[in-house]
């Protein structure tokens, strides 16, 4: 996109294409490129908030097992850290 504001820039420089043609095709062809930066931040912003609720949710269940580790309510609470992760994958998606 970056290429085609040079092209259109030296289109005018050249008098191919008219000064108040020219300007209003750079203005939309910036805005349409400022719009696709946003886009791309917002989805990495977003990825690495599933990224940290998922490593929190990992953390928490780990340390939760490893306390209740060889005690008689280790299998049920395995069995129930599996669902909230089933829970929070689907969620996710």
Same mark, same amino acid.
């Given at each position: 996109?970056?290429? $085609?504001?040079?092209? #259109?820039?030296?289109?005018?420089? *050249?008098?191919?294409?008219?000064? =108040?043609?020219?300007?209003?095709? &750079? ?14 931040? $917002?989805?990495?912003? #977003?990825?690495?908030?599933?990224? *940290?609720?998922?490593?929190?949710? =990992?953390?928490?269940?780990?340390? &939760? ?29």
């Amino acid at each position: 996109m970056q290429v $085609d504001i040079s092209k #259109l820039r030296e289109a005018i420089d *050249l008098g191919v294409v008219k000064q =108040d043609m020219g300007a209003a095709r &750079i203005s939309m062809l910036q805005k349409e490129l400022r719009a696709h930066i946003k886009q791309l931040a $917002d989805e990495k912003h #977003l990825t690495d908030r599933q990224g *940290l609720i998922l490593a929190g949710a =990992d953390r928490a269940l780990r340390e &939760i097992l490893l306390i209740f580790r060889d005690d008689p309510i280790e299998g049920p609470l395995q069995e129930a850290s599996m669902g909230v992760w089933t829970k929070i994958l689907q969620e996710e998606s």
